[in-house]
């Protein structure tokens, strides 16, 4: 990964911590779907974030690039829209600690 890069990337990772405490207020099933589009962009190679993904990964990862697609492509098969809101309604609190969505 490029300096420019993983700079962009420290700078976006401390945006989401200081996001934090918003994010913990939003319906995870909101999250969810958010997330899913997001994976939507990456696995697909003909859009940018999926042909950068496609740049970067090699590298960073020292998988081939066949490799790499094909970790995105089935990781993001199995991990649409239905699979991430059902995640999130495992993972939620207990009732008595929820906030009200």
């Known amino acids: 990964m490029t300096e420019l890069a993983e700079r962009a990337l420290r700078d976006m990772l401390e945006r989401l911590e200081e996001a934090g405490a918003a994010l913990r207020e939003r319906d995870p099933a909101d999250i969810a779907e958010s997330i899913a589009r997001a994976w939507g ?46 995640a999130a309604r495992r993972m939620l609190p207990p009732e008595r600690v929820r906030p009200s969505w």
């Open 41 to 86: 962009l990456i696995a697909n190679p003909e859009l940018a974030p999926g042909r950068a993904a496609r740049s970067e990964l090699p590298a960073s990862t020292g998988l081939t690039l066949p490799m790499v697609a094909w970790a995105l492509s089935s990781t993001f098969e199995r991990a649409g829209s239905a699979e991430l809101r059902e």
